[in-house]
Each structure stands twice: as C-alpha cells, then as structure tokens.
C-alpha cells in the first residue's frame, strides 16, 4: 500500500474500503467529529459563563474584578488558546505525533476545568486552571484538524466537505454548551456548578475518543512525521531556555515602563506576543531556505490576507466580550414572563454558522468557476463584521442614552451579520493557508492559520478596555467603520494581490 510523508494512503481502487461511512466519510471523522463536539462544549460552556464570573461581586459569587480587566483577560486567555497551538503542532510533528498528543492535551483541559469547578479557589484557581487549558487545548485543537485531514487519502475529493462536517461538530458544541452551563449556574447559584458541567463535557471528549479511536482512526495521526534527533536535544534546550528567558526579559521591560508589575503588565505582554509569535513565524518561513521563490511570493500574498483576518478576528471574538456585557447591562432580558440568561447570547454566533454553512457551501458550489477570489472573500467577510459592529451603535443614538435596557433583537442581529461575514473568512481563510504556505511548512498551517485569531484577540485585550455604556457608540462605530474602511481597500487591491498569489484562486 503506498504512502505518503504522514502516513495517508493514496486512492487508488485498490485501496478504496467497503467499510460503513459516517455521512459518507470514513467512519474516524465520527471519533474527531464528537471528541471536538466535546471538547469545544467544554470550552464555549466555560467561557459562556466566564466572563460574569469575573467581573459579577464576590457576594454574587463572582470575583469582583472591574469589567475592563475582565474583558482583557477573556482576550488574553483566548489569545493564548491559540498560540500554545503552534506549541501542540511542533510536538505533534516533533515528538508524539497527532493521536498521542491529542490524548494528553484532552487530559490538561479536563484537570483544567476541574480546578475551576472546585469552590472557593478564587482568582489563584483561575489563573491555574487557564494555564492548564491553553496548554491543553493548544496540544489538541490543531491536531485534532490534522488528523481530520488525514482521515482522506491523497486526492480524496470529500476531504473539503469532510472539514465542513467537523465544523459543524464544533459550533453544535459551541451551540449547546451556553444554555446547559448557564442553566446548571443558575439553578445551583454557583459559578463553579457550571463550570463543573464543562469538566464532565470534557470527560466524555476523552472517553469518545480513547472508546473509539482505536477503531475507527487506525493508523491516522499515529506517524511521528519528523522525528526529533539525538543530536538535536542541545539546541532544543537551549531554544527552550531562550524563549523562557524572552518573555521574562519582555515582562521585565514592560514592568520598568509601566512602573509596576500587575496583571495589566502580563495582559500587555502577550499583545506584544500576539503580535511577535506570527512575526517570527513569517520571517522563519521567508528566510528559511526551504521556501521556493514562487511560495516567497504567495508568502508575500498571504501577509495581507492574514492582517484582514485579525481585524475580522478582533470583531468576532468580542461576542464573548464586549457584546457579552452588552447582554447583561444594556440588554432587556425578560420576554414576557420569561427570563433570558446573558449567557444565551453566546449560541447566537454558533447557531448562525450551524445555519449559513450548507447555504454557502451550495452558493460555492453553485457558482463555481464565477465565485469571488480569496482577496475579495476575506474583503466582504470583513465588510460584514464591520457593519455588525456600525449597526450596535444604533441602540443609543435611537434611545438617546446608554442606560435604557434595549431589545434583544439588536445582538442577534449583529450576530448574524457578523457571522454572515465568518462564512466568507473562516473556511476559506483555512484552505487558502494550505494553498498559500510553503511545502516545507505545510503541517504547520493550522498553527499559522490560528494565530490570525491570537492576534486579532491580543489586540482585543488592550482595545476592550475603552468599552463601556459611556463609550459605547463611539467604540462600535470606530471599530466597525475602520473596519469598513480596510475591506473597500483590500477589495480596491485584490486583483494586485492575485498576481503575487501564482496560480491560486
Ligand atoms: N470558532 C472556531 C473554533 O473555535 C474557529 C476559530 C478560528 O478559526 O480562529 O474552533
Ligand atoms: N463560530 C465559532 C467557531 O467556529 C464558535 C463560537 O464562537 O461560539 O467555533
């Protein structure tokens, strides 16, 4: 049987199985769909809630934080999610290969959440348990899409439609886990309740995927592509000390700018990473003299593209932040004798990708050769969440203050709009990386793909703190218009852009 460098099979009639399919895709994308349906419940569940865990009295259970910190930390700790990714994707490459990696990543996220469940651990709790799961999901997230990729063999024409399934097993765990999290909160009137709800969500993701991995994903994920040699254990430890001693020196400098260390120092120094790590990756890959000229030119394409994608990034992800404060402050959440958790909010964006998903997919389809190129995508997809920001500054200037509670219809609203953007950015922002980057670099993808959201979210944690029902309309309308004003421009340079593009949509 012939493969290749990670161990996929080609297709070949001989090869083809007669074994049962899931949806028509290899039965291992059922084992990843729900290990990821789980794991992303545990997640999404936990942040549903976190943010007013934070920032809600200590006498209402939360820690007291004031709501500007809060917001930061929710952008920091999402920012580091996605960069210990590149973490998991080099020991995944490196030294256990995807299927083991993924195992201990799931084990860290789950003793992540228990700590957080434990009462009475307060803010110490936190920030051990956020270590646990950045870590955690930084060995899982990107391998757990590795793998996924993995499942089709070499010219396997599902493998696109088999990635939009597994996204949609992602935003069904996004989906559900806010109103189980914030039910479980509510009705126990703990915090840590719900947070224990995530840490059983995560118990069944490891127990999916031990139960039925072994059958179903066979060898996939198993290789080790590069090993790690002897002779490089030296250079290793040495880059390990290196980066260590980096951030240590980083936090000392901006301690001696800022005049103290607090928790703002550490919140600027990963914005400085934020911005750093993608930094330094780019520059590896256009020095590295394993990048072939024509891809030092699709490299040079990708830079835009990639800085569009954070601006779209900073927008979306504040669903969990600034709009989440937005749901419990300035929004009236009773609907008739019915009452509205805040939190619910938070399955607006997933229900909106659950729903848009198959309606893009078959626009694509549909219009196939005729269908905008990348440059034009990412441009309309920005354009979008631009205006679901413009149209929050609405609710004010309609009421002429800030303080009267509005219709919930305002969120969903922007939700939509903003997620309508996503199906222009999120897929298509993921395959045009696999076209884009350079061979040699190619399982590092994922990583480099998901940095885009670590830097959109890095720069959140500084711009959120201007956010508050005073600032409200001037922060909307800022964000959303710069924002509106970048897509006219990548839209007016996108066909400058295809020319350095070589050949690739
Ligand atoms: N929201 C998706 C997830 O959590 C994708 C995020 C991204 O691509 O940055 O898996
Ligand atoms: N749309 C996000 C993702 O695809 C989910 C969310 O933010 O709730 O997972």
Known sequence: MKRDERGRIFLSTENASKEKTFFGHPRGLATLFNTEFWERFSYYGMRAILIYYMYDSVAKGGLGFDQATATAIMSIYGSLVFMSGVIGGWFADRVLGPRQTIFYGGVLIMIGHIVLALPNGGATALFVSMAFIILGTGLLKPNVSNVVGDLYPVGDNRRDAGFSIFYMGINLGAFIAPFIVSAVSDKAGSFHAGFSVAAVGMAVALIVYVLTGKRYLKEAGKKVPNPLQKSETISLILKIVGIIVGIGILIAILTMITGSLTINTIILAVTVMGV????????????????????????????????????????????????????????????????????????????????????????????????????????????????????????????????????????????????????????????????????????????????????????????????????????FGITGFVAIAFAIGLFILAPFLKKYMKGVH
């Open 276 to 475: 750093g790590v993608p930094l330094a990756y780019f520059i590896m890959m256009m020095t590295s003299k394993k990048t072939e000229a024509d891809e030092k030119s699709r490299l040079t394409a990708y830079i835009p593209l990639f800085l569009i994608a954070v601006l779209f990034w900073m927008i979306e992800e504040q669903g969990s932040s600034t709009l989440a404060i937005f749901a419990a402050e300035r929004t009236d959440l009773s609907i008739g004798s019915f009452q509205l958790n805040p939190a619910n909010f938070q399955s607006l964006n997933p229900v909106f990708v659950i729903i848009l998903s198959p309606v893009f997919a078959w626009i694509w389809t549909k219009l196939g050769d005729r269908q905008p190129s990348t440059p034009r995508k990412f441009a309309l997809g920005l354009f979008f969440a631009g205006l679901s920001f413009v149209i929050m500054m609405f609710p004010g200037i309609i009421h002429g203050n800030t303080t009267t509670l509005v219709s919930p219809l305002w969120l969903v609203l922007s939700f939509f709009i903003c997620i309508f953007g996503e199906m222009f950015i999120s897929p298509v922002g993921l395959s045009a990386t696999t076209k884009l980057a350079p061979k040699a670099f190619a399982s590092q993808t994922m990583s480099l793909w998901f940095l885009s959201d670590a830097m959109g979210q890095a720069f959140n944690a500084q711009a959120t703190q201007f956010f508050s029902a005073d600032t409200e309309i001037a922060y």
